[in-house]
């Protein structure tokens, strides 16, 4: 129920990112990984930590529902302020532009860390956090940047995602696309809608990571795709797994769609 406490654990998952990434600490490609994930994350966490500064002299409380109530009575500048550095926070936990780089390098930990911390929990938090705080969002700027972040993000890492070749990376700059339409919704004023997003990416992004780490184990960790086929065979519960997942990852019915009464 608390910013600071939220904080607290923002910075402990972030450890252990940093630690699993660099799980293979003798390769030289996972120690740089986990250096790169490491300053990447205190970029954003710095300016997340003035943020929460501002807010307290603001409203003197860091109690998240009771930050969410008195939102509206900050003096806009305040409220931009404070929102956009809880949202620089926001960026490099949950990976958008311009401080992306870490996440695909990411991938250079074992593959249920990526599908565990760098798909399902922890690369969504910040978009939890905006959800969470929401009325101190409502600025229009803020609404603004948040919007135009996350559709840039989105279309920028999906059209990289098209001449990757590492499987792994594919899916780690699918995760960081799907990450913007989170924020884009946060900024279109839809919360629900990026919250929904949220919990059914955490499913399907999942699924697709251990299967690709299945594709991994039988491959003896031959991950360019332009080495790989003809799997589907000797691999046909993986190949259903990535089905599912794949058909979820799109929308379509009944994977991961959400039916208004509207």
Known sequence: SSL?????????????????????F????????????????????????????????????????????RASTLSAPVML??????FVGATGKSAQLPLYTWLPDAMEGPTPVSALIHA????????YLIA????????PITLLVISTVGALTALFAATIALVEWDLKRVLAYSTISQLGYMFLAMGVLAP?????????????????????????????????MRRLGGLAGPLRSTAVSFAIGALALAGIPPLAVA????
């Open 81 to 86: 302020t404070a929102s956009l550095l809880l």
């Open 4 to 24: 600071l406490v939220l904080f607290v654990g923002w910075e402990g998952v972030g450890l252990c990112s940093y630690l699993l990434i660099g799980f293979w």
């Open 259 to 262: 039916v208004s009464n509207d």
């Open 132 to 139: 969470r705080l929401f009325p101190l969002f409502t600025h």
């Open 192 to 224: 629900a809608a990026g919250l929904f997003h949220l919990t059914t990416h955490a499913f399907f992004k999942s699924l697709l990571f251990l299967a690709a780490g299945s594709v991994m184990h039988a491959m003896h960790d031959v991950i360019d």
């Open 26 to 69: 003798d390769r030289e490609r996972a120690a740089n990984a986990g250096r790169k994930a490491f300053i990447v994350n205190r970029i954003g966490d710095a300016a997340f930590l003035v943020g929460i500064l501002v807010v307290w002299n603001a409203l003197g409380t860091l109690d998240l529902g009771t930050i969410a109530e």
């Open 120 to 127: 399902a929990t922890m690369v969504t938090a910040g978009v």
